[in-house]
């Protein structure tokens, strides 16, 4: 990874605090919150807003695993968990909330940068996914509104299928608007244009 990150470390060991400011900076990187409680990391990240968190999971207020979901509400950031022992329960429990990585105490300068890159990159992974979801979902609500416009179409000028999507799109080009905006109008109009039951 070539680029520097701004980064949140957050534990209540003040030499680990210490290890992660000098090793961060040794790797190029600058640590631009310093916490040692949960609570302070939240605030501190609201107001500073690093690209990557380190932080112990387990922590004296609030545990890291609250750290992560209350952050990634406001503004999403690649999060790595580190623990003084192997819990599976926690890896399991760190997995279904999106931590990119989680590393055991003792850990060492060489164990940070391919665990901040492998954060990075499936942070980024999972909000690409997650944004192809979304236009995807988006995509097919568009088609099912102007499927209802080209029936509407079909129905009151008596054109078939192929024609009355046509019409649609001259519409859009004519009125310089999107399909989705057009068919939503012929929609808007053929409702008040309805008699009343």
Same mark, same amino acid.
């Given at each position: 990874? &070539? ?5 949140? !470390?957050?534990?209540? *060991?003040?030499?680990? $605090?210490?290890?992660?400011? =000098?090793?961060? +900076? ?20 609201? #107001? ?5 968190? @380190?932080?112990? @999971?387990?922590?004296?207020? %609030? ?6 979901? =209350? ?8 999060? @790595? ?7 599976? /329960?926690? %890896?399991? /429990? ?9 590393? !055991? ?7 940070? /940068?391919?665990? @901040? ?19 995807? $979902?988006?995509? #097919?609500? *568009?088609?099912? !509104? !102007? ?15 192929? *024609?009355?999507? $046509? ?6 080009? +004519?009125? &310089? ?12 109009? /053929?409702?008040? #244009?309805?008699?009343?039951?």
């Amino acid at each position: 990874m &070539n680029r520097s990150l701004k980064i949140a !470390i957050a534990d209540d *060991d003040a030499d680990m $605090r210490e290890f992660y400011s =000098q090793a961060l +900076d040794v790797l190029g990187h600058d640590v631009i919150v310093t916490a040692k409680s949960g609570r302070e990391l939240i605030d501190q990240c609201h #107001l500073r807003r690093p690209d990557l968190i @380190i932080t112990d @999971i387990k922590m004296p207020d %609030i545990d890291g695993l609250e750290v992560a979901r =209350q952050i990634g509400q406001e503004s999403p950031v690649p999060i @790595i968990f580190v623990s003084g022992f192997h819990d599976p /329960e926690l %890896i399991a /429990e760190a997995e279904a909330n999106h931590i990119q990585a989680y590393l !055991i105490k003792p850990i060492k300068t060489a164990d940070l /940068e391919p665990a @901040i890159a492998l954060a990075v990159a499936r942070f980024q992974q999972f909000h690409a996914l997650r944004d192809e979801a979304a236009d995807l $979902r988006q995509a #097919l609500a *568009d088609r099912k !509104i !102007i499927e209802r416009a080209k029936g509407i179409m079909m129905r009151q000028a008596k054109l078939d299928e192929h *024609d009355a999507f $046509r019409r649609l799109q001259k519409l859009a080009r +004519d009125t &310089n608007r999107k399909l989705i905006d057009v068919a939503q109008m012929v929609i808007t109009a /053929e409702a008040a #244009l309805r008699p009343n039951d």
